[in-house]
């Protein structure tokens, strides 16, 4: 499923984003990810940077949600798909590496990428705009 504009504008204003996994028992996982782009119109990398049980995780159940929200206006998106760790062996690591290198000026080491290929994409939006409708289109 391709990312609308709408999406990609919100992930480049995202200074953090928070991914989502469970373990192979089902025991959920949600950790704050900072280095991560779009790749390709379906597809989001992630890199894996002091990510222990979230790489543990998504061998274990690829399935995984990434969420995008601006805190600011309480607004962001919700992104569900299945993911996948890229090692170096990998020939696709080269030019993820290069995407993900270029936003860390190398500061921030990583073996790994996780690639999560798109399956669903919902906004999300704050409860007030649920019970105040008038300020659901402010601030976007």
Do not use: H
Request: net charge positive; hydrophobic share 40%; proline share 8%.
């Amino acid at each position: 499923m391709k990312l609308s504009e709408e999406v990609k504008r919100c992930m480049s204003k995202s200074v953090l984003c928070w991914l989502a996994t469970a373990s192979r028992d089902n025991l959920p996982n949600v950790s704050p990810k900072e280095i991560f782009a779009l790749y390709q119109e379906d597809r989001i990398i992630v890199a894996n940077i002091a990510s222990p049980r979230t790489v543990k995780n998504i061998k274990e159940n690829p399935q995984v949600c990434i969420s995008f929200p601006d805190i600011l206006v309480q607004k962001g998106f919700q992104v569900k798909g299945r993911a996948e760790i890229i090692k170096k062996s990998n020939p696709d690591f080269p030019a993820m590496e290069g995407i993900l290198t270029q936003m860390t000026e190398g500061k921030f080491p990583f073996a790994t990428i996780t690639k999560i290929t798109v399956d669903q994409i919902k906004p999300i939006i704050a409860p007030r705009y649920l019970l105040y409708p008038k300020l659901r289109n402010r601030n976007r």
